[in-house]
């Protein structure tokens, strides 16, 4: 992990002020973020995100001859805005339903709109019509998770209502419009993965009610189409059920951490003859933040193309029948849990640390492999790279932590002594990091400020009981795994123990906040949008995550949420910290930045807030993510005394 490589032959220049080419707006324009693959024989489609065109999302088509092509101009974005989160915004049209023959310069496509939320439907050589109302309150009919299936299309519908009330079902829509949508299931709080029998006789789907998140306690059901039955299968308030697909018309293959694992099963439709497929202390899922992923799919010769792994997800071929699992000889060392499959090709999202998430197709029979597109078009020298390496580091009363750490890197130039570095908190906070190509972190490195990215208590891809550590901890568990990566790097040497900063987004945001006001091992805190304060947050909130704060702390109690929040902790910070935030974020409304910047300038502490129009949870403009990354350094250079 020392950036000693070739040192006698390169200048001694200080930390934090290494010349690098990677520029802020060489990371902002990276961020195309493609998602949500589909293939269907030579044909492939996905969506991608134009950082420089106000971040909206568009769909791309790869025909049979190679040609690549944009499918929705400027100004349509395919976005869907259900639980915020999103997800898996179209759905292609297979050839026996879209009533266009099909020989057109690609199929039909059934698109979101982020706009006004309603599903168009886009024909070869035509504009996208609506076949959705038009809702009475804006983007107040919004759908994701879809699937076309005998000429209707099947999605989450998400409904709100004058009051200010969110609910949510499943429906079916006329593919070609002329008739309102009919809700097939309703009644629970949340949907997810609707998919329907071959024989056209039932619907499977995920739901859960709240205080639980999809993480904690969900239920695999099955709904009769012919009369409305419905019934449940498997899962329950502590169970975590996933992903559901059709064996055959009596048969399911689903995901579940019954075992602590999110692990493979094949089950009958009435909860029988349950079998686990390949028992492994591994995940063959991540968590279900936004709708449509498929971690999974089943191939014409009936085995399944999957996903499996700690921490990085490998892409391999799993035999139902004997339990054998075949890794691909790929170069992407993680997968994006959203594959896609005609039958024999497979396409994903692969990454590597020096290889950008790509859209690959994997022929399932041969194992060829195929790039089709990268986010990035042209990587900088691989030199200026930092090379990760995942560590286990040894936290609060014996804790097992998870982090990656990414040494500074430049062929041109070293630095002496020990270099900054700057601890990541991940947001979610059930989420995770991989060693997935990142040009944020190379912007940093590249400089000479080293990065240490901590899976901290709570993160998924270890397994439940890693994940539940943060059950009633939050703002605990994750603060103390945090400060002892900071501790660690500091007793091995590897980082200035006076030069260590702590940044993070979202649930990152508020570890960044606690952190700082808890432990005086961080020379000063960046928080994207992060929690400041329990009790605004979770009335302010957007619907799926407004429970999830029982989960995290505790019933709403204003001592405990006193203590534990921020906010009620910032008399312990002192160091500089800077705030950036979107004014137009669902999530995390900007009164918790506000109100944290405002606390702190009561006290004199140092402190940048720094806003952004028009944006909401996540930076997706160019303009915004350039600028906001050249105040990160710029704060990062201060507090490190460059």
């Not at 959705?132 to 999605?155: F, I, S």
């Not at 449940?232 to 602590?260: M, Q």
């Not at 952004?612 to 600028?627: D, K, L, N, Y």
Request: glycine share 12%; charged share 20%; aromatic share 10%.
């Amino acid at each position: 992990m020392s950036p000693e490589r070739d040192a006698v032959e390169r200048d001694a220049v200080p930390y934090a002020a290494w010349p690098s080419p990677i520029s802020t707006s060489d990371v902002a324009r990276a961020g195309m973020h493609l998602s949500f693959p589909t293939v269907l024989g030579e044909e492939v489609w996905w969506t991608e995100d134009r950082p420089a065109q106000g971040g909206r999302t568009t769909i791309m088509h790869r025909s049979a001859d190679g040609a690549r092509r944009e499918l929705l101009p400027p100004p349509w974005s395919a976005r869907t805005r259900v639980h915020e989160y999103g997800g898996r915004s179209y759905a292609v049209v297979p050839d026996e339903d879209s009533g266009d023959g099909g020989d057109g310069p690609g199929r039909s496509v059934v698109f979101a709109n982020l706009s006004d939320q309603r599903l168009y439907l886009l024909t070869p050589g035509a504009d996208p019509r609506p076949i959705t109302p038009e809702p009475a309150a804006e983007a107040g009919l919004r759908y994701a998770d879809l699937l076309v299936h005998d000429g209707q299309v099947w999605c989450v519908r998400e409904r709100h209502h004058d009051d200010g009330k969110v609910s949510r079902s499943i429906v079916s829509i006329p593919l070609h419009g002329g008739a309102e949508p009919r809700e097939r299931v309703g009644g629970c709080d949340f949907y997810a993965s609707p998919t329907i029998s071959p024989d056209g006789e039932h619907l499977a789907y995920i739901c859960w009610n709240h205080p639980r998140m999809p993480w904690n306690g969900t239920e695999l059901r099955i709904t009769r189409l012919s009369d409305g039955h419905s019934w449940n299968v498997k899962g329950g308030t502590s169970e975590s059920v996933l992903a559901p697909r059709w064996r055959d018309d009596r048969t399911l293959y689903l995901i579940s951490d019954w075992s602590g694992w999110w692990n493979l099963y094949q089950i009958g439709i009435y909860g029988t003859s349950s079998q686990a497929l390949h028992p492994a202390e591994e995940e063959f899922a991540g968590p279900l933040w936004q709708l449509g992923g498929a971690p999974y799919t089943v191939l014409d010769d009936g085995r399944l193309a999957i996903l499996h792994g700690q921490g990085n997800l490998k892409l391999g071929v799993l035999d139902p029948a004997s339990g054998a699992l075949t890794d691909f000889d790929v170069p992407y060392d993680g997968w994006a849990p959203a594959l896609a499959s005609d039958g024999r090709m497979i396409v994903g999202i692969g990454y590597g640390p020096a290889v950008p998430r790509s859209v690959v197709r994997v022929d399932s029979v041969t194992g060829r492999v195929e790039g089709l597109r990268r986010d990035i078009d042209e990587l900088p020298d691989v030199a200026y790279l930092p090379r990760p390496e995942a560590v286990e580091i040894q936290g609060r009363f014996g804790r097992r932590v998870h982090a990656l750490v990414y040494p500074p890197s430049n062929p041109e130039v070293a630095g002496e002594g020990a270099p900054p570095y700057v601890v990541v908190a991940h947001g979610g906070p059930t989420g995770n990091s991989t060693t997935a190509l990142d040009l944020e972190k190379a912007f940093l490195t590249s400089r000479g400020i080293g990065v240490i990215d901590v899976n901290y208590g709570g993160s998924t891809g270890y397994g439940r009981a890693y994940r539940d550590r943060l059950r009633g901890q939050w703002g605990v568990v994750d603060v103390e795994d945090c400060v002892a990566a900071a501790e660690w790097l500091a007793e091995r040497e590897l980082a200035d123990p006076a030069r260590i900063a702590i940044r993070g987004g979202s649930a990152g945001g508020w570890t960044v906040m606690a952190a700082c006001a808890q432990s005086e091992v961080f020379a000063g805190g960046v928080s994207y949008y992060g929690v400041s304060s329990l009790a605004p947050f979770a009335e302010t909130t957007h619907d799926f995550e407004s429970r999830y704060i029982e989960w995290l702390v505790g019933p709403a109690d204003p001592l405990l949420y006193g203590s534990r929040e921020p906010l009620g902790q910032v008399s312990g910070v002192s160091c500089p910290m800077l705030l950036l935030q979107g004014l137009s974020d669902p999530v995390v409304p900007p009164a918790q930045s506000q109100a944290f910047a405002d606390a702190l300038a009561e006290r004199g502490v140092p402190c940048t807030y720094l806003t952004f129009e028009g944006e909401a949870h996540g930076f997706r403009r160019a303009e915004t993510r350039s600028a906001a990354l050249a105040t990160e350094f710029a704060f990062y250079q201060q507090i490190f005394r460059v």
